[in-house]
């Protein structure tokens, strides 16, 4: 008797969850993304203003570190077992077209979703698309910026001023000044990591790739030139090689060195120390010079949010997304003072939140003026073999360091490259 | 069933029975070890990217005599083994044969202070060796303070010396390891024959090259074949101490499979085509060390 009265419970139950899911409400969107501070704190918040639109979907967040997110995305698709992954994935944008490309069908296109793309920044957009399809909706902006401790600076005589719209001849005069007077140089950076040399490229413009996506490595220019200031910026000590990322923080946060280039995410390290506030200032990187194209703006970094295309909760995701991330200036406005969450959302841009001064960064009103960088951003194609040419221009930087001329090293990361990619 | 299996002679009951014991665990092997070993070879015959495959025979293989990054990982890997494995062995050997004196004191703890480093995980242990050697690091702060060295060494940036902390590092961790299969072998040693060896007036030294290393024969072969075997696979240590850097000079053939799986635009076909390769090396090795080794 009791048995059969389960019985009933349960196809009662089973009934109630099958009729529920067919419908738009009640469903769950599941989320993956790292980094509580940042994408997670921004996904929660989010999640929040969805509640009052559409209260009957949940939105379920799993923390999950990048390098678990692509190595379970690989292995899910390889056993054709999509259905293990989320329905949001955040990905980092130097890896999404090489996902888009390698594993069709995965990810939803959102072109003709009712997201409105001109909304976002351009050089995200161009990101985050493929073949004028978009992909993801655009998330944080890694906007390059050059952070400077002031009070470092004055003690040499300089001011902030003097480091903007410079070029990299200028920097590395400044910076060996700086070192000849206060003992600091001027950044660090983790050692055979060539986030630096993509920064470089991207401010001109330029890839490791041409326009239709073959290696363009051996004959850059523009790369040479920024491997030469590399090689320039070690051997002068003006920048300091450390050997892994929590080296690198604590370079700036104990005050070794006297500031940092990287994407503006890197701000959330900045703040850290307590002691350091006020201290701290925000100018663009340096441009370089020979190079055609070259401006005082970068990217570096920064990811995006894509839908699974087969998820049963696929419209509602979207629908989650083109709700908060691509339409609610409420949302931006509120993850930007507590995480220093950059949008690359423009309509944003215009809210009083970004302009309001920044107590670390000496009042300076740092938010308006990395959207204003945002904007005049170069736009590239990262590509599908971007981390196989990452690792050949990092092993090549190693051999010019150790004494390599440049040509022959960059001969052998282009033939590397070259034989990764043919199948 | 009961009343069948009585019927039957006992000896073909008892191979019945035999049979029961064993299918449960072949079959679990089977499944988990065997096909998945039948689905790589397959894979390792096919190309193309991520989920897009299409039959190339040998072509994977081929591919492989023209890839530098195998090369330089091949040759890497070697390298480990030729320096490592010996030295690990060695020392594990001499270890157990002084813990294996009666008369020493705190034998116990000897014992267990260096099995210890074999209980850490792989990647604490490797962690704790890449700050160890950091330019300011406890290694190069020591040797200053020593004043052995003028300024500090970057252990890891230069390929030979960081090829050394990987060594260090896996002699570190394994050589207890190795030991315990010394201990273990040397307590059946019959210590009646090392008396007869001191009444016949044989020295230490002699008691262990003349009885200790012939009669631990089979077990150094053992233990080479499970180091070998190891060190060809070595993933933790290079990955989590210097990433494969300086330049590749320590990147290990277990580390480029990953990144052409899960990093670079994924090849699962040419990467198990690697596995295979490693596979046949392990078999080969093994071969050669039973050749040498094995006089029985």
């Known amino acids: 008797m009791r048995r059969s009265q389960v019985k009933v419970l349960l196809c009662v139950l089973m009934l109630s969850l099958l009729t529920s899911s067919a419908a738009f409400a009640n469903q769950t969107v599941t989320v993956w ?33 990048w390098d678990d997110i692509q190595t379970r995305l690989t292995t899910a698709v390889m056993a054709g077992q999509t259905g293990t992954l989320p329905d949001i994935m955040l990905i980092q944008d130097n890896a999404l077209m090489k996902n888009v490309i390698d594993f069709p069908h995965v990810f939803a296109d959102l072109t003709d979703s009712g997201i409105d793309f001109s909304q976002f920044a351009d050089f995200k957009v161009s990101l985050t698309s493929v073949d004028g399809r978009n992909y993801a909706v655009p998330f ?88 030469e200031v590399y090689v320039e910026l070690v051997n002068t000590g ?46 663009n990187m340096p441009r370089l010079e020979r190079s055609p194209n070259a401006t005082n703006y970068s990217s570096q970094g920064g990811s995006s949010w894509t839908v699974r295309a087969d998820s049963p909760n696929k419209d509602a995701a979207i629908d989650f997304l083109a709700h908060t991330f691509a339409g609610s200036v409420e949302l931006y406005e509120t993850i930007l003072p507590s995480s220093g969450a950059l949008a690359t959302y423009l309509p944003a841009g215009d809210s009083a939140a970004y302009s309001i001064p920044h107590e670390f960064f000496g009042g ?57 990619m043919e199948f | 069933m009961a009343k069948t299996l009585n019927n039957l002679k006992l000896k073909s009951r008892q191979s019945i029975i035999g049979w029961a014991f064993v299918i449960p665990a072949a079959l679990l092997i089977f499944i988990f070890y065997f096909y998945p070993i039948g689905r790589a070879l397959f894979l390792s015959f096919q190309t193309g990217i ?14 492989l005599l023209s890839d530098n990054l195998f090369k330089t990982s091949l040759t890497n890997v070697l390298t480990f083994l030729a320096l490592q494995v010996p030295i690990m062995l060695t020392l594990a050997l001499a270890l157990a044969y002084l813990l294996n004196d009666k008369t020493l004191k705190f034998r116990g703890f000897f014992r267990t202070a260096l099995f210890l480093p ?32 003028t300024s500090p060494i970057n252990w890891l940036a230069n390929p030979w010396t960081a090829k050394l902390v990987i060594v260090l590092a896996l002699t570190w961790r394994w050589t207890g390891y190795n030991m315990i299969f010394y201990l273990a072998a040397l307590q059946n040693i019959d210590a009646s024959i090392f008396e007869a060896a001191v009444i016949d007036g044989a020295g230490a030294a002699a008691r262990f090259f003349r009885i200790v290393v012939p009669m631990l024969r089979p077990i150094i072969l053992l233990t080479a074949i499970v180091s070998t075997n190891g060190t060809l696979q070595l993933f933790d240590e290079t990955f989590n101490i ?54 029985r």
């Open chain 2, 118 to 149: 074999c209980a850490t995980s792989l990647v604490s242990y490797s962690l704790i060796f890449r700050s160890m050697f950091a330019l300011d690091g406890f290694v190069n702060a020591l040797l200053t303070n020593l004043n052995l060295i």
């Open chain 2, 242 to 295: 210097t990433n494969g850097g300086p330049a590749n000079a320590t990147i290990s053939i277990s580390q480029y499979i990953y990144r052409l799986s899960f990093q670079y635009s994924p090849r699962f076909s040419y990467a198990a085509a690697i596995s295979f390769v490693v596979f046949i090396l392990v078999a080969f090795l093994a071969m050669i060390q039973m050749r040498v080794g094995d006089q």
């Open chain 2, 50 to 63: 991520g989920a897009n495959m299409q039959f190339a025979g040998l072509a994977n293989y081929r591919r």
């Open chain 1, 364 to 420: 300076q009103a740092i938010y308006a003026e990395i959207t204003d960088y945002a904007s005049r951003v170069p736009q590239v194609k990262y590509g599908v073999y971007n981390y196989e040419a990452r690792d050949a221009i990092g092993v090549a930087i190693a051999q010019v360091l150790a004494g390599r001329d440049i040509d022959s090293a960059l001969m052998e990361a282009e033939e590397t490259v070259r034989f990764l």
């Open chain 1, 33 to 65: 993304a790292w980094d509580p501070a940042f994408n997670l704190y921004a996904m929660e918040e989010a999640a929040k203003i969805y509640a009052e639109i559409n209260p009957d979907v949940t939105i379920n967040i799993v923390e999950t570190p």
């Open chain 1, 140 to 227: 944080d902006n890694g906007a390059a910026i050059n952070a400077l401790r002031v009070d470092v600076l004055h003690e040499a005589g300089y001011e902030l001023e003097d480091f903007k719209d410079i070029t990299w001849s200028e920097y590395i005069e400044m910076g060996k000044d700086i070192l000849a007077k206060t003992g600091k140089p001027l950044h660090s950076i983790v050692a055979e990591s060539p986030d630096l040399i993509m920064a470089g490229l991207q401010s001109a413009g330029t890839w490791m790739f041409d326009e239709n996506g073959d290696v363009f490595i051996a004959n850059n220019d523009v790369l040479k030139e920024v491997i």
């Open chain 1, 238 to 283: 003006i920048m300091v090689q450390v050997n892994d990322w929590e080296q690198y923080i604590t370079s700036f946060n104990r005050g070794t060195v006297a500031g940092t280039i990287n994407g503006c995410w890197i701000i959330g390290s900045i703040v850290l120390p307590e002691e350091q506030k006020g201290l701290w200032g925000v100018t």
